[in-house]
C-alpha cells in the first residue's frame, strides 16, 4: 500500500505518511498512478509507509531543547493539558506548618503514617 500526501503543516512538509490520525488528510491506492506531468499526475513525493517517520520522532541535534519552540500548536496543547492539573506552585502551605507543629506525637506519627501509605499506593 502506497501513501500519497496532500497537505503540509505550517512548519515542514510531510513528505509521506499512514497513520490514523492522519487517514482524513492522506489519500491511499493500490492502483497505479498517473506519472507526474501527465494528465492527472502528481508532482508531490511519495513513498512507503515503512520508511516514514514522525516528523517529532526524527533524530536532530536540538531534539531535546525546548527553546525556541518549533511547534507552537505542539506547545499550546502541552500547555492545555498541564493546565488541566493543580501544580505545586498553586498551593500555598505554609498555614500548613503552623497546623503541624500544634499537633501533639501521636498525632504526627498517625498522619505522618496515613500519608506514607497514600503516597506509596498511589
Not at 73 to 91: G, L, N, P, V
Request: one cysteine or more; aromatic letters at 12%.
Amino acid at each position: 500500500r502506497r501513501a500519497h500526501v496532500r497537505w503540509d503543516t505550517n512548519e515542514h512538509a510531510l513528505e509521506c505518511g499512514a497513520d490514523s490520525a492522519l487517514d482524513d488528510k492522506i489519500e491511499y491506492w493500490h492502483e497505479p498512478q498517473p506519472a507526474p506531468g501527465e494528465a492527472g499526475g502528481s508532482v508531490e513525493p511519495e513513498c512507503d509507509e515503512e520508511a516514514f517517520v514522525e516528523p517529532l520522532c526524527r533524530a536532530a541535534e536540538d531534539r531535546f531543547v525546548l527553546f525556541p519552540i518549533q511547534h507552537p500548536d505542539m506547545w499550546r496543547m502541552y500547555k492545555q493539558h498541564e493546565a488541566s492539573f493543580w501544580t505545586a506552585e498553586e498551593i500555598d502551605l505554609s498555614p500548613d506548618r503552623k497546623d503541624w507543629e500544634r499537633l501533639n506525637e501521636g498525632e504526627r506519627h498517625f498522619v505522618s503514617h496515613v500519608l506514607a501509605f497514600f503516597a506509596s499506593s498511589d
